[in-house]
């Protein structure tokens, strides 16, 4: 049996690829399980300083994250090429993260949606008062 949806469409061809499940909607989902995670937009936020940090400043920057969550965090972050590392050469070695390119185009969004989130926070507030 087919869907009526499929069938059925007042859409335009072309417009039609976007409320499909291979279309931007599941594109945003893909962006959305990249970000998840308890501490990735925290550890997003401490590196949109414009300044690479060194993982021991992440840690004090990111109250209650443990050891292995941070860097487990960063693996992901650098996998999924939101954030870099880089390894200086020295005794004992030095590592830095920073954004990459795709990283730093979160600002923005990561912005709007803190924004959001105030207004929300606002709003509970209200009701609850």
């Known amino acids: 049996m087919g869907r009526t949806h499929n069938i059925h469409s007042n859409l335009p061809e072309s417009k039609q690829h976007c409320f499909s499940p291979d279309g931007s909607a599941a594109r945003v989902s893909d962006a959305l399980s990249a970000l998840a995670g308890r501490w990735k937009v925290e550890i997003l936020f401490s590196l949109f300083a414009d300044q690479p940090c060194r993982y021991s400043e992440l840690e004090r920057n990111i109250a209650g994250i443990s050891q292995k969550m941070l860097a487990q965090q960063l693996r992901e972050l ?36 803190r924004t959001i989130g105030v207004s929300l926070k606002n709003r509970d507030a209200t009701d609850i008062a």
Do not use: K
């Not at 050469?89 to 830095?96: G, L």
């Open 78 to 113: 650098e996998h999924d090429g939101f954030i870099s590392r880089h390894i200086y050469p020295e005794i004992p070695p030095r590592v830095e993260y920073s954004l990459t390119e795709l990283g730093n185009s979160l600002r923005d969004p990561l912005r709007m949606l």
